[in-house]
């Protein structure tokens, strides 16, 4: 049984990857269509990413199958982008069902090594933090 009308109640904007120019590109992304969905918020889940355990807000989008979401898409809901974890569409029930995390803009891809960290002063070791 498909979702009901009344649950899909909020405009959900999909994103999709532009191909890329050449060699070291960045990643672009278009919007390709905006749907009707429902979005529930599961707040602080965990996981281990770039080996830190980070806590995260995690959303649940539902909406009417459609062939336009693919799994490395963005959904954009209330300004706020969101990268897909996990995508389970179902055709015969015409249902499509999309964990997703806030992808943050801007933040660094690396984290610094946990042997030495440099400052103006020169580089700083572990045991130094505190001081």
Request: net charge negative; charged share 20%; glycine share 8%.
């Amino acid at each position: 049984m498909g979702y009901s009308a009344g649950f899909l109640h909020h405009r959900v904007t999909i994103r999709n990857k532009v191909a890329g120019t050449g060699f070291g590109d960045t990643t672009k992304y278009q919007d390709v269509k905006t749907v009707w969905a429902n979005v529930t918020w599961s707040k602080g889940a965990k996981a281990l990413h770039e080996g830190a355990l980070d806590a995260y807000d995690t959303v649940m989008i539902r909406m009417l199958w459609n062939d336009v979401v693919k799994r490395d898409s963005q959904l954009v809901y209330e300004g706020v982008t969101y990268q897909i974890q996990s995508f389970h569409p179902d055709k015969l029930e015409n249902t499509l069902q999309i964990t997703a995390v806030e992808v943050v803009q801007g933040a660094p891809a690396y984290t610094p090594s946990m042997n030495e960290i440099s400052n103006d002063d020169g580089p700083i070791k572990p045991l130094e933090f505190g001081t």
